[in-house]
């Protein structure tokens, strides 16, 4: 094959592949979006989970999680430090820091960290994704001392958990005395 025919034959397989290109037409911008929405989200989960160890050194101190009054946002006015004087405005007059700024969503104007101590020693904060990331999908998200999930889980095992009867004595259950429940 001669030299004229290989360029040839390069210049038929570049403009082919050009044309195939061309035909898909992609929005360089819509992959830039995708891009940002992707390093939101994978922000978001780290975020979490550095709140999340910062809430857990706070327990392994003080054998209780921080005391909120109802549903704050975190990184914002009274909740940017957590020290060992609980959720506060800055570190002055903390002795132990464990977080020195608490970060906040990428976009604060649209999405929070919310946080809620509840009375039965648990935590939750709730938060959004906007694609998911990392196995976590789309939605609204709550982070516990048990992990993180979407926020429908977590009220649907709630239910589920309500509803399912409790230390309950199956005799108790059989009020005519044949050995079945009744």
Known sequence: ISVVQEFTQTKKIDTTLLNNQSQKKVNPLDNLNNTKIKSRDAKRISDIK????ALESYYNDHNKYPLANGLVVLGQAGYQVLCDRGFQSSATNCSNVYINVIPSDPMPDK???IYKNSPNGNYGIYFSLENGTAG?????MLATINGIQTLDNYLKNENQNKIKPENTDLNSLDTDNDGLTD
Request: net charge positive; hydrophobic share 25%; proline share 8%.
């Open 50 to 53: 550095q709140i999340q160890i």
């Open 111 to 113: 999405n929070s960290y």
């Open 136 to 140: 976590y999908p789309a939605g609204k």
